[in-house]
């Protein structure tokens, strides 16, 4: 773990592939290494594991919801099922980072709460901060659930992530999970906000408390339908208790369900790629800014470029960097050298 | 000289909390106590006792006979009493989550002594709230926790009218942090939580109620400030007298007074110059001797060195005759009470009852003491509290001699001896009381066990008092694991709020400003040199439950911007280093106060060592003795911290400092 040690892309793609959990850490570290020697070797083992499998195995589920709703608890209802049924499941775990000028740590706490009881080689849980990043999300949380989706069967995200930026949720799995609490502003907020069109499967829990979590249910009910951005796609609202362990069975299998649905209608692949032009987009930006999209062709043609190279973007990825590196290493002298 | 006066007060019962090893080992050491003089019995039972699991469980590893005696099952209580008639003797048993269980095997053993359990008379502390909110020592939800209580409760009051079943406990949640005004608010919303819990059960009849009321006790804490303490327990009785009235209609004067037994306060006796612990005792004992009114009715001592590690016999006994000396030398049990119509005393009374009168509303109208304690608001108060305490001290504003002043001293002759001052735990022990347990489980029947369970199994589920059943496995031979289990099958285990869902106000724990500024732009800088945040696991391994020092050592390291994962409680050394792993911290910080650190700190090690994890950095904080830090550090652990390193800021300083040195960065040294 020394900053010295990068770990060679190639061989930890090998073992990542073949579930080694230490590979899997050591991955993920590297995907949330700043350096620049980690970042092009982080580019290189993404390139390495990627390809059509990508695009067409396991399944990505985002869970959302406001501090309190009982996201972790339903997490580790539905990851109890996955386990006993075989499935191995990975999840990242995101918590609010304090603000910067108050030093910007973060008490991820989520472990103890998914914990399982026996130790479980099924299962891999890394938390994450937001790191102040709007979307309740950090931009390291893409690469590393594209990680765990190459020797997981499923992974989680979950993550606080309510309030004005949606876009974010929205790209962060194949299905998208929203825990409500029950009479509470958050969820009235969160429905007269417009975000309603993210989630494709609504979760209140709690429904232990009665009548509040009906009542809540069939507000969500009443909104859902109306938003129909999916032919063929039903929004179910769910009523359950992770605590009482209630309605928990019928919960958990409409997120099989939502995969074979987006897989019948096309939309898996289709989605994945999608989210991974918009990362690799983000991650050229970050590094050159605007001026560096446009010397290779402009946000456009930079899409246009990715859409071609559907499984194997990271690869693509890195021939535009060079392309740019060399052209700004032309116009300058070598400031930038990586 | 002047003679005592003939018609002197009784003084309180005199007890030791006391056990270890094993249950032969604790009655020799009993046996001893008594013979000094000691007038009741105050026994401390190990972790896997409290937490029910039985000696050779996985999670039992390097706890058993540690903090205290290990109880398997009714041949261990037989041999823990010895020679010690149960009928004439008051025994307390500090337990809380398996309470039930620990009185079943006592009544159990009375019984199959030919003793009637109507004789027995005794403590159980059995006040499983405030293990939600400091010690840890839980198993099940509130909910079944709160019937726990209260079948006790509605046993012993018919079948062991001696009997405190519960002690309710102020003492912990000082430990915790509280101030006079929280201890006494939230001990009285617990209070009237179970009377209100055992009246809805309608296992009393309305005419019998008093007698239940009169059956709660108190555990309270006694701490330097002796004066303030002394008005907290006036407040307490005054407090609880109009309570039993107003709320319970209890009529009888007599069965509304506030009884209490005490420990003083272990939390500010300080490991740096361990002699001066002896007048902090003797004061802090003042405060719940003084007043006659508001007396103890039995009180236990710490010894000097128990910052350091496990008392000595000769420590005990050291304690022992402090009570002696003020009960049977001074004047005082001589006297009425000599703070009755002092107006300053009287003055400061108002003032802590008029503070907690408001603070009872406030928990009240959050639904009362469970409701609030899931909500995490008493945790946060109580977090919040301690840490004013701390950042007080590491402002000198709060003075603790030889810690943040006068900290000049010659060596102590005490402390220089060839055993390091401090007793060591039989380390074959755990061995033993396993082959034990392993031959009892041989020689019972096994049908008769079987029959028990069932029966205990069925009452859990039913609702029918889980005492018959209880001492009907006692007598059978079960187990404590399987006790435990048993009930864990039908109620669950409770799972801890993170704990650190603590929003506390950074501003009030920060402690000195500049110190602060300077950690976060050295956790920043490693963090940029690094290549990502500094990330840091906070754990507990094994079965101590005391979770407040991690979590301010979590909340310390969130607030000078590491990203924490705190892990929470009872961990094997396996869960520690696969959560290590997976979450790819730079270091690992484990805290241990159970006395365990050798076996699982080397355990955690090892386990490491199988991931590939040989070269994190482990860092651990504890009451660790000098001679065990040693081998510790030998073992590759990179810092030990102890209760003389007070001061988080240096602590967080020093963590940096390891990480850095671990990934050849320079070290950056003391904190200006």
Same mark, same amino acid.
């Given at each position: 773990?020394?900053?010295?040690?990068?770990?060679?892309?190639?061989?930890?793609?090998?073992?990542?592939?073949?579930?080694?959990?230490?590979?899997?850490?050591?991955?993920?570290?590297?995907?949330? *290494?700043?350096?620049?020697?980690?970042?092009?070797?982080?580019?290189?083992?993404?390139?390495?594991?990627?390809?059509?499998?990508?695009?067409?195995?396991?399944?990505?589920?985002?869970?959302?919801?406001?501090?309190?709703?009982?996201?972790?608890?339903?997490?580790?209802?539905?990851?109890?099922?996955?386990?006993?049924?075989?499935?191995?499941?990975?999840?990242?775990?995101?918590?609010?980072?304090?603000?910067?000028?108050?030093?910007?740590?973060?008490?991820?706490?989520?472990?103890?709460?998914?914990?399982?009881?026996?130790?479980?080689?099924?299962?891999?849980?890394?938390?994450?901060?937001?790191?102040?990043?709007?979307?309740?999300?950090?931009?390291?949380?893409?690469?590393?659930?594209?990680?765990?989706?190459?020797?997981?069967?499923?992974?989680?995200? #979950?993550?606080?992530?309510?309030?004005?930026?949606?876009?974010?949720?929205?790209?962060?799995?194949?299905?998208?999970?929203?825990?409500?609490?029950?009479?509470?502003?958050?969820?009235?907020?969160?429905?007269?906000?417009?975000? @309603?069109?993210?989630?494709?499967?609504?979760?209140?829990?709690?429904?232990?408390?009665?009548?509040?979590?009906?009542?809540?249910?069939?507000?969500?009910?009443?909104?859902?339908?109306?938003?129909?951005?999916?032919?063929?796609?039903?929004?179910?609202?769910?009523?359950?208790?992770?605590?009482?362990?209630?309605?928990?069975?019928?919960?958990?299998?409409?997120?099989?369900?939502?995969?074979?649905?987006?897989?019948?209608?096309?939309?898996?692949?289709?989605?994945?790629?999608?989210?991974?032009?918009?990362?690799?987009?983000?991650?050229?930006?970050?590094?050159?800014?605007?001026?560096?999209?446009?010397?290779?062709?402009?946000?456009?043609?930079?899409?246009?470029?990715?859409?071609?190279?559907?499984? $194997?973007?990271?690869?693509?990825?890195?021939?535009?960097?060079?392309?740019?590196?060399?052209?700004?290493?032309?116009?300058?002298?070598?400031?930038?050298?990586? | 000289?002047?003679?005592?006066?003939? *018609?002197?007060?009784?003084?309180?019962?005199?007890?030791?909390?006391?056990?270890?090893?094993?249950?032969?080992?604790?009655?020799?050491?009993?046996?001893?106590?008594?013979?000094?003089?000691?007038?009741?019995?105050?026994?401390?039972?190990?972790?896997?006792?409290?937490?029910?699991?039985?000696?050779? $469980?996985?999670?039992?590893?390097?706890?058993?006979?540690?903090?205290?005696?290990?109880?398997?099952?009714?041949?261990?209580?037989?041999?823990?009493?010895?020679?010690?008639?149960?009928?004439?003797?008051?025994?307390?048993?500090?337990?809380?989550?398996?309470?039930?269980?620990?009185?079943?095997?006592?009544?159990?053993?009375?019984?199959?002594?030919?003793?009637?359990?109507?004789?027995?008379?005794?403590?159980?502390?059995?006040?499983? @709230?405030?293990?939600?909110?400091?010690?840890?020592?839980?198993?099940?939800?509130?909910?079944?926790?709160?019937?726990?209580?209260?079948?006790?409760?509605?046993?012993?009051?018919?079948?062991?009218?001696?009997?405190?079943?519960?002690?309710?406990? $102020?003492?912990?949640?000082?430990?915790?942090?509280?101030?006079?005004?929280?201890?006494?608010?939230?001990?009285?919303?617990?209070?009237?939580?179970?009377?209100?819990?055992?009246?809805?059960?309608?296992?009393?009849?309305?005419?019998?109620?008093?007698?239940?009321?009169?059956?709660?006790?108190?555990?309270?804490?006694?701490?330097?400030?002796?004066?303030?303490?002394?008005?907290?327990?006036?407040?307490?009785?005054?407090?609880?007298?109009?309570?039993?009235?107003?709320?319970?209609?209890?009529?009888?004067?007599?069965?509304?007074?506030?009884?209490?037994?005490?420990?003083?306060?272990?939390?500010?006796?300080?490991?740096?110059?361990?002699?001066?612990?002896?007048?902090?005792?003797?004061?802090?004992?003042?405060?719940?001797?003084?007043?006659?009114?508001?007396?103890?009715?039995?009180?236990?001592?710490?010894?000097?060195?128990?910052?350091?590690?496990?008392?000595?016999?000769?420590?005990?006994?050291?304690?022992?005759?402090?009570?002696?000396?003020?009960?049977?030398?001074?004047?005082?049990?001589?006297?009425?009470?000599?703070?009755?119509?002092?107006?300053?005393?009287?003055?400061?009374?108002?003032?802590?009852?008029?503070?907690?009168?408001?603070?009872?509303?406030?928990?009240?109208?959050?639904?009362?003491?469970?409701?609030?304690?899931?909500?995490?608001?008493?945790?946060?108060?109580?977090?919040?509290?301690?840490?004013?305490?701390?950042?007080?001290?590491?402002?000198?504003?709060?003075?603790?001699?030889?810690?943040?002043?006068?900290?000049?001293?010659?060596?102590?002759?005490?402390?220089?001896?060839?055993?390091?001052?401090?007793?060591?735990?039989?380390?074959?022990?755990?061995?033993?009381?396993?082959?034990?347990?392993?031959?009892?489980?041989?020689?019972?029947?096994?049908?008769?066990?079987?029959?028990?369970?069932?029966?205990?199994?069925?009452?859990?589920?039913?609702?029918?008092?889980?005492?018959?059943?209880?001492?009907?496995?006692?007598?059978?031979?079960?187990?404590?694991?399987?006790?435990?289990?048993?009930?864990?099958?039908?109620?669950?285990?409770?799972?801890?709020?993170?704990?650190?869902?603590?929003? @506390?106000?950074?501003?009030?724990?920060?402690?000195?400003?500049?110190?602060?500024? #300077?950690?976060?732009?050295?956790?920043?800088?490693?963090?940029?040199?690094?290549?990502?945040?500094?990330?840091?696991?906070?754990?507990?391994?094994?079965?101590?439950?005391?979770?407040?020092?991690?979590?301010?050592?979590?909340?310390?390291?969130?607030?000078?911007?590491?990203?924490?994962?705190?892990?929470?409680?009872?961990?094997?050394?396996?869960?520690?280093?696969?959560?290590?792993?997976?979450?790819?911290?730079?270091?690992?910080?484990?805290? @241990?106060?159970?006395?365990?650190?050798?076996?699982?700190?080397?355990?955690?090690?090892?386990?490491?060592?199988?991931?590939?994890?040989?070269?994190?950095?482990?860092?651990?904080?504890?009451?660790?003795?000098?001679?065990?830090?040693?081998?510790?550090?030998?073992?590759?652990?990179?810092?030990?911290?102890?209760?003389?390193?007070?001061?988080? *800021?240096?602590?967080?300083?020093?963590?940096?400092?390891?990480?850095?040195?671990?990934?050849?960065?320079?070290?950056?040294?003391?904190?200006?």
């Amino acid at each position: 773990m020394t900053n010295l040690g990068l770990p060679d892309p190639e061989q930890l793609a090998a073992r990542i592939l073949r579930g080694e959990r230490a590979a899997v850490a050591s991955g993920l570290n590297l995907l949330d *290494n700043r350096l620049p020697a980690a970042r092009s070797r982080a580019v290189r083992l993404l390139a390495c594991l990627s390809g059509e499998r990508w695009l067409t195995a396991g399944h990505l589920i985002g869970v959302t919801g406001p501090p309190g709703a009982g996201k972790s608890s339903l997490v580790s209802a539905m990851i109890r099922e996955w386990r006993l049924a075989g499935t191995t499941v990975g999840v990242l775990a995101v918590d609010p980072s304090s603000r910067p000028e108050l030093g910007g740590g973060a008490l991820l706490g989520d472990r103890i709460r998914i914990k399982t009881p026996a130790q479980d080689e099924g299962l891999f849980i890394r938390s994450l901060a937001n790191r102040n990043q709007l979307g309740g999300v950090a931009g390291e949380v893409w690469p590393m659930s594209w990680l765990m989706l190459a020797c997981f069967d499923i992974v989680v995200i #979950e993550t606080v992530g309510v309030g004005q930026t949606e876009i974010d949720i929205a790209e962060i799995g194949d299905t998208v999970c929203y825990v409500a609490q029950p009479a509470s502003g958050d969820t009235i907020q969160y429905l007269k906000s417009g975000i @309603i069109e993210i989630p494709d499967i609504f979760a209140v829990n709690k429904a232990d408390l009665g009548a509040a979590a009906r009542k809540t249910a069939s507000e969500i009910g009443r909104s859902a339908p109306r938003q129909d951005r999916r032919e063929g796609w039903d929004y179910p609202v769910c009523l359950l208790s992770a605590t009482m362990n209630t309605g928990i069975s019928e919960f958990h299998a409409h997120f099989d369900r939502h995969r074979r649905f987006l897989v019948a209608a096309g939309l898996l692949a289709r989605q994945r790629s999608q989210h991974q032009s918009a990362w690799v987009l983000r991650l050229l930006k970050e590094e050159f800014g605007s001026f560096g999209l446009e010397l290779v062709g402009g946000r456009a043609a930079i899409e246009k470029r990715l859409g071609e190279y559907r499984s $194997s973007q990271f690869e693509e990825y890195e021939r535009m960097r060079e392309h740019i590196l060399s052209r700004l290493l032309s116009v300058n002298q070598p400031t930038l050298s990586p | 000289m002047v003679a005592p006066r003939k *018609n002197r007060d009784q003084p309180w019962l005199m007890r030791t909390y006391s056990g270890h090893s094993s249950a032969r080992a604790s009655n020799a050491l009993y046996r001893t106590n008594l013979a000094k003089g000691q007038t009741g019995l105050s026994v401390a039972f190990d972790l896997p006792t409290q937490t029910g699991y039985d000696a050779d $469980s996985p999670l039992a590893r390097g706890e058993v006979g540690k903090v205290g005696v290990p109880i398997s099952s009714i041949e261990d209580m037989d041999q823990l009493f010895d020679q010690i008639p149960l009928d004439q003797m008051n025994t307390s048993m500090t337990i809380n989550a398996t309470a039930a269980w620990l009185l079943s095997l006592y009544i159990g053993l009375a019984q199959r002594r030919g003793i009637d359990p109507k004789k027995l008379s005794g403590t159980t502390q059995n006040d499983i @709230i405030k293990e939600y909110l400091s010690r840890g020592t839980y198993i099940y939800p509130p909910g079944p926790s709160m019937r726990l209580i209260a079948d006790t409760i509605n046993y012993t009051v018919k079948n062991v009218p001696k009997w405190n079943p519960t002690n309710v406990c $102020s003492y912990h949640l000082q430990e915790a942090g509280a101030t006079p005004v929280q201890e006494l608010a939230y001990a009285l919303c617990t209070a009237m939580a179970v009377l209100d819990r055992v009246k809805a059960s309608g296992e009393v009849p309305p005419e019998e109620f008093p007698q239940v009321v009169e059956r709660i006790s108190f555990f309270v804490n006694a701490g330097i400030r002796f004066i303030e303490e002394c008005c907290k327990l006036r407040a307490f009785g005054e407090m609880w007298d109009e309570l039993t009235l107003t709320r319970y209609q209890v009529t009888d004067p007599k069965l509304r007074r506030f009884r209490y037994g005490v420990q003083v306060n272990s939390l500010g006796l300080t490991e740096a110059q361990p002699e001066n612990n002896v007048q902090r005792i003797v004061l802090e004992m003042l405060a719940v001797a003084l007043s006659k009114r508001a007396r103890a009715r039995a009180i236990q001592l710490p010894a000097w060195n128990e910052a350091m590690g496990l008392p000595r016999p000769w420590d005990q006994q050291w304690a022992l005759r402090m009570q002696q000396v003020m009960a049977f030398e001074t004047d005082l049990l001589e006297y009425g009470d000599i703070l009755d119509g002092s107006p300053v005393i009287a003055a400061k009374v108002s003032e802590l009852i008029a503070g907690a009168r408001r603070e009872i509303e406030n928990v009240e109208a959050q639904g009362g003491i469970i409701a609030a304690i899931e909500s995490g608001y008493i945790k946060r108060e109580l977090v919040g509290s301690h840490m004013s305490r701390l950042r007080a001290i590491e402002s000198g504003e709060l003075k603790i001699i030889g810690v943040n002043c006068f900290q000049e001293t010659a060596e102590s002759p005490l402390t220089t001896g060839s055993d390091g001052a401090i007793m060591k735990s039989d380390p074959a022990a755990e061995r033993q009381q396993i082959e034990r347990l392993q031959e009892h489980r041989r020689q019972r029947n096994d049908a008769d066990v079987r029959a028990a369970l069932q029966g205990l199994g069925d009452a859990a589920k039913s609702g029918d008092n889980i005492m018959p059943s209880s001492i009907r496995c006692a007598l059978a031979g079960v187990t404590t694991g399987e006790w435990g289990d048993a009930l864990r099958a039908v109620f669950g285990e409770f799972r801890p709020p993170t704990g650190v869902d603590i929003a @506390i106000d950074s501003r009030e724990v920060l402690g000195r400003k500049d110190q602060v500024t #300077e950690i976060r732009d050295r956790v920043a800088r490693t963090g940029s040199a690094l290549g990502r945040p500094l990330k840091i696991l906070v754990g507990k391994p094994g079965l101590d439950g005391h979770s407040n020092g991690a979590e301010q050592v979590a909340v310390k390291a969130r607030d000078v911007g590491f990203e924490v994962v705190y892990d929470g409680i009872r961990l094997t050394p396996q869960q520690i280093a696969q959560a290590a792993q997976e979450e790819g911290v730079h270091v690992v910080g484990l805290s @241990i106060l159970s006395g365990s650190h050798m076996e699982l700190v080397g355990s955690v090690l090892q386990e490491l060592r199988a991931r590939d994890l040989a070269a994190l950095p482990v860092v651990a904080g504890g009451i660790i003795p000098p001679a065990d830090a040693e081998r510790l550090l030998a073992l590759g652990v990179r810092a030990i911290y102890t209760p003389k390193d007070f001061n988080l *800021n240096a602590i967080m300083g020093d963590i940096v400092d390891v990480v850095r040195e671990n990934n050849g960065l320079e070290r950056l040294g003391l904190l200006s």
